[in-house]
């Protein structure tokens, strides 16, 4: 009995010893590095009530925390881009010059979109992603959410990150 013990007892010793230099092996889970260029908003639902500081306001929460919960997934490290401009988006630099602008920061993805306000309820967000270094459009998204409030805008900025973060954006 006690020689049982002893075998087993090498057994999974030897399976563990085995074992140990793949695990000491593996690669470090890498983050991707990605530049997150400020999207664009543009109301165009003919809403009588200005609604421009509460958008610009909305705009300014879906981006802060887009970058904070790409981040948080470990998937992502955000790089900042240096742009010329107080607001690194599309429709504010050469398209040219933001790819341009995510590589010298090192970033090898770079996200931009823009929000567009159909009407009281309806509003797309569009997002793309171009791989700057293979210099290719990797994701591209258009999403419908309905309504204009606080929790419209969280519900559409989660599900791009989750729909981000499941993406394979390796080479």
Not at 79 to 85: G, M, N
Request: hydrophobic letters at 45%; glycine letters at 4%; a negative charge.
């Amino acid at each position: 009995m006690n020689w049982k013990y002893k075998s087993l007892t090498g057994s999974a010793f030897a399976v563990v010893m085995l074992l140990e230099p793949a695990w000491a092996n593996d690669p470090p889970t890498r983050t991707i590095p990605i530049a997150v260029a400020g999207f664009d908003y543009i109301d165009t639902s003919g809403e009588a009530r200005n609604q421009e500081a509460e958008h610009q306001a909305r705009l300014q929460t879906f981006m802060r925390t887009i970058r904070a919960d790409l981040a948080d997934s470990g998937k992502f490290r955000i790089v900042d881009l240096a742009c010329p401009k107080e607001s690194c988006s599309a429709a504010q630099a050469n398209a040219e010059q933001l790819i341009e602008d995510a590589r010298r920061a090192g970033a090898r993805l770079l996200l931009y979109g823009g929000i567009r306000k159909m009407s009281t309820l309806i509003q797309n967000a569009k997002a793309q992603v171009i791989d700057v270094e293979a210099n290719q459009l990797v994701f591209d998204r258009l999403l419908s959410f309905r309504g204009d409030s606080d929790e419209a805008w969280q519900h559409a900025e989660q599900f791009l990150v989750r729909d981000l973060v499941s993406k394979d954006f390796s080479h």
